[in-house]
């Protein structure tokens, strides 16, 4: 089953605007990233963060944690056309990196 | 090369018949992983390879489903009498190196079972 839930499900924006994407996930963690899929094929990781790292920034991209609700937000700002893309949270469970476990992934469209 | 490669990138075939999926993970990486993803949906896990380790195979839906690894090199997954629900994509991933927690995946092979 899905560790992780994001929401929403799909969501359009207009090129400029801030893109914000939720993740839930269910059980404790040692670490969250975020990943992009480009046209159903292979991931490229953006970003990291460790369960005791409450926010974190690289780029255009800023990702905050909150371990007690089991959550994290991905946050795009100034959005460009480049960006659309699925965006998925995948949780590492097992504070060894063996295991990822991936949510169902927001459609972002930014649109011109 | 540089990054992990997959092939072939698409494969049609008849319900009943045997597949062979290859993955050619970033050399040096000890961890290889294999997903399977169906339209519209996140990433299934289905089996990981560290080192020489017994692999996790935990997420392989049958029998039908096997993968092997030679070391630390290739890796094949084969579906044995593949069925229509078969039909998805089917990521690899390798990690290893100095970005020790990150996946890097290979483009991707799809699938479909007329």
């Known amino acids: 089953s899905q560790q992780g839930e994001e929401d929403p499900q799909a969501l359009s924006i207009q090129e400029g605007e801030n893109a914000t994407m939720n993740c839930s996930y269910k059980t404790s963690i040692n670490n969250l990233q975020w990943y992009r899929q480009n046209s159903g094929r292979g991931l490229v990781h953006l970003i990291l963060?460790?369960?005791?790292?409450r926010e974190k920034h690289s780029g255009r991209l800023r990702v905050t944690l909150d371990t007690s609700k089991k959550s994290s937000s991905l946050l795009i700002t100034a959005s460009r056309a480049a960006d659309t893309a699925s965006y998925f949270c995948?949780?590492?469970?097992?504070?060894?990196?063996?295991?990822?476990?991936f949510g169902t992934g927001t459609r972002l469209q930014v649109t011109l | 090369g540089a990054g992990v490669s997959q092939s072939p990138s698409n494969k049609v075939t008849e319900k009943g018949k045997d597949v062979e999926l290859r993955c050619d993970p970033i050399s040096g990486h000890t961890a290889l992983y294999w997903y399977r993803q169906r339209l519209g949906q996140g990433l299934e896990f289905l089996i990981y390879?560290?080192?020489?380790?017994?692999?996790?195979k935990s997420g392989l839906p049958s029998d039908r489903f096997s993968a092997e690894r030679t070391g630390e090199s290739v890796s094949t997954l084969t579906i044995q009498r593949t069925q229509q629900e078969d039909s998805a994509v089917y990521l690899c991933?390798?990690?290893?190196?100095?970005?020790?927690?990150?996946?890097?995946f290979g483009p991707g092979t799809r699938l479909t079972v007329l």
């Open positions: 995948a949780t590492d469970a097992s504070g060894t990196a063996s295991k990822l476990t």
């Open positions: 991933a390798s990690r290893g190196g100095f970005s020790y927690n990150e996946q890097f």
């Open positions: 963060i460790r369960s005791n790292e």
């Open positions: 390879f560290q080192g020489n380790s017994a692999p996790d």
